[in-house]
Nanobody, 115 residues
């Protein structure tokens, strides 16, 4: 059984930084990719960044150059370093693990960026 738990969200002023973490309980062996997604009120959940098993990364255009995704296999964790935050980054951020045909999601962590 795999469980994901996000942490690190909070309230920050525009231009500030936050580092989100996703702790994975259970084996991550065979994981195809992990990623961060976000959902703002009234909006659909959207991809923020993804890291595949080989280490390649991909980012939404809106966060390129500001956010960095990383994965620590030894600690079964994934992180999202968010710099130069903007009010439009305000959302609930979720981590996702995809393995085979199964998706696992965390409960989300709120990020609020004030102007």
């Amino acid at each position: 059984q795999v469980q994901l738990a996000e942490s690190g969200g909070g309230l920050v002023q525009a231009g500030g930084s936050l580092r989100l973490s996703c702790a994975v309980t259970g084996s991550i062996f065979g994981t195809n990719y992990m990623g961060w997604y976000r959902q703002a009120p009234g909006e659909q959940r959207e991809l923020v960044a993804v890291i595949v098993s080989g280490g390649s990364t991909n980012y939404a255009d809106s966060v390129k150059g500001r956010f960095t995704i990383s994965r620590d296999n030894a600690k079964n964790s994934m992180h999202l370093q968010m710099n130069s935050l903007k009010p439009e980054d305000t959302a609930v951020y979720y981590c996702r693990l995809h393995r085979g045909t199964i998706d696992y999601w965390g409960q989300g962590t709120q990020v609020t960026v004030s102007s």
